[in-house]
């Protein structure tokens, strides 16, 4: 029965495809949105003894922008971040997720660090907390600190537009 | 007007398909000739239509009729007008519609071409690829349709993706296609071959031809695409093992082993229902690839926009064409008689044992590029899988068919000596592990990978002059040796240039990323480099920073380099121009990164020293100048029109 095989084997695959076609890598709906941003405190990159947790950031509207040092798209989006921190008011916290060569500190003091800090979670357990899927993920967090919009995938000029403007302005930040 | 053309001439080519692919198939079932010698006319005419469609399409990007809405949302009237061609095929409308160009084309080709085959040979197989053609027209009719109006008109168009403005990108497409579709025309000699259960030698060296040069197209189109990215993304790489990347290199890889597969089938008869189930996995793999670039299931970094309607359109066209075709392999398997015996040590046995492992190797890579998708399908979370997984796998399970390729072509076909293939090749195996083991040593020390590298391409090179010395021994001249075995010996020695120079730019390449002031230095590989500042540069569409470095050796001014900066105009994406200066043995690679302060006088530069980068180029250029050589052999000329009993030479000449 062996020249079935091949046949079976992509009967598989079809079902895994037909179930992928309603699953959206980039769109992740976090049950996040409208809850407060979950509680942290972590060491903070490039700062030793300094500590980072959400509630110091009371009564602003910010951004957390999830990256890592391995991530590819990170380094395309990093650019977007550099322009934004020039132009914009709007503060971008940088989770540093899962930097286990400890490479974060060197790679933004040599190209320019868009964040107003950037916290260091080793573990990926905060970003459990926070339901991050990958990286680049940056989330929107208002002045009461509640999640109000998640992006998954790199900030593009045109995302920043479309996506960020308004709804910063809504927040009113 | 001209788009309704176009639209108008997809239409009529879409109903040719139609006519190309069911009265042909249907004549070679009943044996009516009539009905059958509509192949090629339809296929001929059905190719001039898809052709007028797609210059339809090219004039009105080059025309700026923004009333398009897919020239509106994939050029801008400052691109330059090379630019604007090749925005034709840059979005997903137009990349399909290039797709079905090409599949005329091929169609077209084995149209021209087969005077030689039998009359219902030609109809299955050009009725066969009608059948795709018109599963890629409806697709483009239905939810692709590039000449859709935008009324009003924008005032100016989006502007094409700044990553495909290059001149790589210019011709890395065409190329890519002319492989990936090339291989349908192997895949319906395979069908054809199996609706007529006439699987014998002559099946299989019909099909080498034209499968080798699908697969020396991909070769090139996949060469380009690796240098596209190493000119265009800025961070130095070539090869990122992205899904879109992968979804080229699959095909490739059960290319590969169909061409080898091909010559057992059609010089000793065996393996029939292997090669058969070669030649549809490859084209197969082909569609898979468009399926996961085009329908959004995985995500990738040059994505195309996705919409769920075409890739539900796509998994039902890979449902028809690739299940039905492996139904019907399963329902004709046992038809196949395997003929021509061989022992365990031949050449035959070598050839399977390489198509095993390169089957290996491909089955790392679907797996690699599937497992997001197969994890999330089974809600287990996601995740992505990035190169170290593959690097780390797909490098020892592709090594041993490096190792086999040296011996390969060395073996007697049927049963080979072992004692005797030892005393011919111990030699080349003792220096390839000596230059494996030392050179790492005078270089940067021990170092496993090196070795492993240095030892399989020395040992690649030196078996391809064996090969050349032994047939010269038995009374062979240079000029009289066939141009299948110098195509063979061409791309045996391209992929162990290319071996050597992934090995050396793998394990020996320097990159230093520095922040930099006007006037700064900084050394690297032996060079000083001095960064001598910006200037602002408005390009045709876009605004760059154009930096200065200049490079020198000793205290000896070499050469300047100007990377730039650039911001396009129309969608305000940065990208980064990598400088780069080649020569034979290193590439001195500089790219800018970020401005560090308003005034733009500190940057990071980032320099990389790639030592013979090019080799993995060159190599992958002689792969594919092997392929055309090997099919051009004239003996596929000669011997068809000897095999086919009744062909007259009228027909022929």
Redesign the interface.
């Known amino acids: 029965m062996k020249?079935?095989l091949?046949?079976v084997v992509?009967?598989v695959?079809?079902g895994?495809?037909?179930?992928?076609?309603?699953?959206?890598?980039?769109e992740?709906p976090s049950p996040f949105i409208g809850k407060p941003a979950p509680a942290f405190s972590l060491p903070v990159v490039g700062n030793p003894g300094a500590a980072f947790s959400p509630a110091d950031m009371k009564g602003k509207v910010w951004l957390l922008n999830v990256w890592a040092p391995?991530c590819?798209?990170c380094?395309?989006e990093?650019?977007?971040l550099?322009?934004l921190s020039?132009n914009q008011p709007v503060p971008i916290v940088g989770l540093n997720w899962k930097d286990k060569e400890r490479e974060a500190e060197q790679?933004l003091?040599?190209?320019?660090s868009p964040y107003l800090a950037v916290p260091d979670d080793l573990t990926g357990k905060v970003g459990i907390d926070y339901g991050v899927?990958?990286t680049p993920e940056t989330y929107v967090i208002d002045k009461a600190g509640i999640i109000r919009m998640k992006q998954v995938?790199p900030i593009?000029?045109?995302v920043w537009k479309e996506k960020f403007e308004p709804k910063l302005k809504e927040l009113g930040a | 007007m001209i788009p309704e053309l176009g639209h108008f001439a997809l239409i009529v080519a879409l109903l040719l398909a139609l006519t190309q692919a069911i009265l042909p198939l249907y004549g070679a079932q009943r044996g009516n000739l009539t009905l059958m010698s509509v192949a090629r006319p339809a296929a001929q005419g059905q190719f001039v239509f898809v052709a007028i469609a797609f210059g339809c399409l090219a004039y009105s990007f080059l025309t700026n009729d923004f009333s398009v809405e897919n020239v509106a949302r994939n050029s801008f009237s400052q691109l330059p007008e090379i630019y604007r061609f090749t925005a034709t095929w840059g979005s997903h409308e137009g990349s399909m519609l290039l797709w079905a160009l090409i599949l005329g084309f091929w169609t077209t080709a084995v149209s021209v071409f087969s005077r030689h085959l039998p009359d219902d040979m030609v109809a299955r197989v050009i009725g066969i690829m009608g059948l795709i053609s018109s599963g890629f027209l409806a697709f483009l009719l239905t939810t692709s349709n590039p000449f859709l109006r935008l009324l009003p008109a924008a005032a100016d168009g989006r502007d094409m993706n700044p990553l495909l403005q290059d001149p790589g990108m210019v011709i890395h497409p065409p190329m890519l296609y002319m492989g990936y579709v090339g291989f349908s025309v192997a895949f319906a000699f395979a069908i054809a071959a199996l609706l007529s259960g006439r699987l014998d030698a002559a099946w299989a060296r019909w099909s080498r031809p034209w499968t080798t040069v699908a697969w020396a197209f991909l070769t090139f189109g996949i060469g380009l695409g690796s240098w596209w990215a190493y000119n265009e993304l800025g961070w130095g790489g070539w090869w990122f093992w992205d899904p879109t990347e992968n979804a080229s290199f699959m095909p490739w890889l059960a290319g590969t082993a169909l061409i080898h597969s091909l010559a057992v089938t059609e010089k000793r008869g065996a393996f029939k229902a292997w090669t058969v189930l070669l030649a549809l996995t490859a084209f197969s793999l082909s569609l898979l690839g468009t399926f996961l670039v085009r329908s959004g299931v995985l995500s990738s970094v040059h994505a195309f926009a996705t919409d769920p309607a075409r890739g539900a359109f796509i998994l039902g066209f890979l449902v028809v064409v690739i299940g039905g075709s492996l139904a019907l392999f399963a329902w004709r398997a046992p038809k196949m008689l395997t003929g021509g015996r061989f022992t365990w040590f031949s050449r035959e046995a070598l050839l399977l044992s390489n198509n095993v492992v390169l089957l290996a190797a491909l089955g790392t890579v679907l797996l690699g590029t599937l497992y997001p998708l197969l994890l999330d399908a089974l809600g287990m979370g996601k995740i992505s899988v990035g190169a170290p997984y593959f690097n780390a796998v797909f490098v020892p399970v592709i090594a041993p068919a490096l190792f086999l390729m040296g011996i390969g072509p060395l073996a007697r076909w049927k049963e080979a000596s072992l004692p005797d293939m030892v005393a011919r090749l111990k030699w080349a195996l003792a220096i390839s592990v000596a230059t494996g083991l030392l050179l790492p040593l005078t270089l940067k020390g021990f170092n496993p990978w090196a070795t492993l590298g240095f030892t399989l391409s020395v040992w690649i090179a030196l078996t391809v002059l064996i090969g050349f010395r032994e047939r010269l021994k038995h009374g062979g001249r240079l000029n009289s040796l066939p141009r299948g075995f110098w195509g063979m010996q061409l791309a045996h020695l391209g992929m162990a240039w290319g071996v050597a120079g992934i090995t050396l730019v793998a394990n020996y390449q320097q990159e230093h990323d520095v922040r930099m002031n006007v006037g700064d230095h900084t050394q690297l590989a032996g060079y000083t480099f001095t960064f001598q500042g910006t200037t602002e540069r408005p390009g045709p569409n876009y605004r760059a920073a154009r930096g200065t470095v200049e490079v020198s050796q000793n205290g000896k001014k070499l050469f300047v380099l100007h990377p730039e900066k650039r911001i396009y105009n129309a969608s305000g994406m940065p990208m980064t121009e990598a400088a780069i200066n080649y020569n034979f043995f290193r590439d001195i690679y500089v790219a800018l990164g970020e401005p560090l302060d308003d005034q733009a006088t500190t940057w990071v530069v980032r320099i990389f020293h790639k030592p013979f980068i090019n080799w993995l180029w060159i190599g992958a250029l002689f792969m594919a100048i092997g392929g055309f050589l090997a099919a051009s052999d004239r003996r596929y000329r000669i011997a068809v029109k000897a095999l086919v009993p009744g062909n007259t030479a009228v027909q022929g000449a």
Do not use: C, D, I, Y
């Not at chain 1, 895994?16 to 980039?26: D, E, I, Q, S, Y």
């Open positions: 020249r079935w091949p046949l992509f009967a695959l079809v895994f495809f037909a179930k992928g076609l309603f699953l959206n890598p980039r992740v391995w590819v798209s380094r395309q990093h650019g977007v550099m322009e020039r790679l003091a040599q190209h320019g899927t990958g995938g593009s000029p045109e």
